[in-house]
C-alpha cells in the first residue's frame, strides 16, 4: 500500500467513523475506494471527499447537496466557479435556517425559564400556606 491509499480501518480511526458509514457512503455514491476484493482501498480524493461529506453533515447539509457540491468539484472546465457559487448559495440558505432555528429554541428556553419560575413561585405559595 502506498501513502495515497488508506484501508476502511485507517480511514475510520482518522476520521472518526464506523466501517457502515463508509460503505453508506460509498454505496451513495459519494466515496469510490479502490476495490481489491473485499478490501477497500481509499485515496487522497476520498479522503477529501470524505472531509467534505463530514463538513456538510455538520453544517446540516443533505446528502443530495452535498452530492451535487462534490459532483460540481468533478467538473474542471470551471475551475471551481459553479462549485463555489454553489456552495456560496446553499451556506446562505443553510446559516438563515440556522438562525431561524437558533431564534425559536431561544423563544422556547425563555418560555421555559418563564414556566419554571412560575411553577416555583407557586409550589413557594403553596408550600407557605400548608405551613401556616
Known amino acids: 500500500m502506498t501513502d ?3 484501508t476502511i480501518r485507517t480511514m475510520c480511526e482518522t476520521y472518526d467513523v464506523t466501517p457502515r458509514t463508509l460503505r453508506f457512503y460509498e454505496a451513495k455514491e ?3 475506494p479502490i476495490r ?5 482501498l481509499f485515496t487522497k480524493r476520498d479522503r477529501a471527499r470524505l472531509t467534505l461529506i463530514l ?3 455538520r453544517f446540516g447539509f443533505s446528502l443530495e447537496d452535498i452530492r451535487q457540491l462534490l459532483d460540481l468539484y468533478d467538473l474542471k472546465a470551471d475551475q471551481g466557479v ?3 457559487e454553489k456552495s456560496l ?3 446562505r440558505t443553510r446559516l438563515d435556517q440556522m438562525q431561524a432555528q437558533r431564534d425559536e429554541l431561544a423563544r422556547a428556553m425563555d418560555e421555559l425559564r418563564d414556566q419554571l ?3 416555583a413561585q407557586r409550589l413557594a405559595t403553596l408550600k407557605t400556606s400548608q405551613a401556616a
Open 36 to 40: 481489491e476484493g473485499q478490501k477497500r
Open 82 to 84: 459553479a462549485q463555489i
Open 117 to 119: 419560575a412560575a411553577g
Open 89 to 91: 448559495e446553499l451556506g
Open 4 to 6: 495515497d491509499l488508506m
Open 55 to 57: 463538513r456538510g453533515k
Open 30 to 32: 459519494l466515496l469510490f
